[in-house]
C-alpha cells in the first residue's frame, strides 16, 4: 500500500499552510547554532541520518533532548562510525536509539538530514562536524514545507527499518546491534500536525479532508503523552485514553499481548504510544481513535 500522503491536495495549499524556508552557509554560517536551536524546539520526536557525527555541542544536545523525553532515532553509516572521532559508541552507550548502514555494494550511508517533531527538515552538504562548521564550504537548508517533510519522514522510516547483512553495530558486544523492526506502515506526519489539517481551522475543503483522512486511516502513528485514564474492561479490549503533548487526547486500545499492562498504568503516567488509525473526530466522538496499541 502507498503510505504517501495525497501530495498533490496539498501542494495547492502550500501557501495557506504558510511553509517557510531558510538557507544557510559555512564556514561562519552558524549553522550549527541553528541545529541545536531546532533540537532545543524539539517537543516529540527526532529522527536523524548523517554520514559523520563529531560535534560534541550538537551530541550534549541530543542528550538534553533525550531527558526531556524526546524520542529520537539515529541513523549513522557504518564505516564512518567505526572512526576514533566518532561519536556513535558514546551516543548509544548513553541509550539514543542508533542504528547503522553501509551503501550498496561496497558504498556508503552518505545522507545528511534531520527531522523535528515531523514539522521541520534541516538537509544539505553540511555534515555534524567541527570541520563542517569552521572550515568547510557546506550549505544547509530548513524548510517547514509539509510535502517536503513527509517524502524525508517515510523515507527515514523505510531506511530506519533495514539492515545490510552481516553488518554489525560499533559497539563493544554482538549483544548491542540492533535488530530490525517490525514491517509497519507509518503515515509520516505527527497525529498532532494530522489534527490540524483535519480540523476546524484548516484551509483545506470538506472533500480534500476526506481524501487525506482516506489515505491516513489503517496506518500507523506514534507520539508521547500522559495517560488521564484507562479501562480494563472495555468490549474490544482494554483501552487507554492519552493526552499527548498538544493538548490532543487520543484513545488507544492495546494489543492483546499488552492486556496485561493496563493494570500496571497509572493516570498521569508519560508514555511513547503507537497504534493503527482507525477514527478521526467528529461528531460521534471528539478524539483519534486508535487499534492494535503498544505502549513504552
Known amino acids: ?42 517537543e516529540t520526536s527526532l529522527d536523524i541520518a548523517l554520514y559523520e557525527f563529531t560535534s560534541g555541542d550538537i551530541a550534549e544536545a541530543l542528550l538534553k533532548a533525550k531527558d526531556r523525553g524526546i524520542r529520537i532515532r539515529l541513523l549513522l553509516d557504518y564505516e564512518s562510525s567505526q572512526k576514533g572521532t566518532s561519536l556513535a559508541r558514546f551516543l548509544q552507550g ?5 542504528k547503522y548502514l553501509t551503501g550498496r555494494l561496497g558504498g556508503n550511508m552518505h545522507h545528511s538530514f534531520a527531522i523535528f517533531d515531523s514539522r521541520k527538515v534541516f538537509t544539505g552538504s553540511y555534515n555534524w562536524t567541527e ?8 550549505n544547509a537548508l530548513f524548510t517547514d514545507d509539509t510535502n517536503l517533510i513527509v517524502k524525508y519522514q517515510n523515507y527515514f522510516n523505510e531506511l530506519f527499518g533495514e539492515r545490510e547483512a552481516g553488518v554489525k553495530a560499533p559497539g563493544p558486544s554482538p549483544a548491542e546491534t540492533v535488530t530490525k523492526e517490525a514491517p509497519r506502515s507509518f503515515i509520516g506526519i505527527s497525529l498532532s500536525h494530522l489534527g490540524k489539517l483535519l480540523g476546524g481551522s ?9 481524501a487525506l483522512w482516506s489515505h491516513c486511516q489503517g496506518e500507523y502513528v506514534r507520539g508521547e503523552g500522559e495517560i ?5 474492561g472495555e468490549p474490544y479490549g482494554p483501552k487507554v485514553n492519552i493526552r499527548d ?43 483519534f481513535r486508535l487499534d492494535n496499541g503498544s505502549l513504552k
Open 202 to 210: 484548516s484551509s483545506l475543503s470538506k472533500g480534500e479532508k476526506d
Open 228 to 232: 488521564i485514564s484507562t479501562a480494563p
Open 1 to 42: 500500500m502507498n503510505i504517501l500522503l495525497p501530495l498533490i491536495i496539498l501542494l495547492f495549499h502550500l501557501q495557506a499552510l504558510a511553509a517557510t524556508t531558510e538557507v544557510f552557509f559555512s564556514p561562519a554560517g552558524d549553522i550549527k547554532a541553528h541545529i541545536i536551536q531546532a533540537i532545543d524546539q524539539t
Open 94 to 98: 548513553e541509550g539514543l536509539n542508533v
Open 131 to 138: 570541520y563542517a562548521e569552521k572550515f568547510n564550504f557546506e
Open 245 to 287: 503533548q498538544s493538548g490532543m487526547e487520543i484513545e488507544l486500545l492495546l494489543d492483546k499481548t499488552e492486556a496485561e499492562r493496563i493494570y500496571e498504568l497509572k493516570r498521569g503516567e508519560k508514555v511513547n504510544y503507537t497504534g493503527r488509525l482507525v477514527s478521526r473526530p467528529g461528531d460521534a466522538q471528539a478524539h
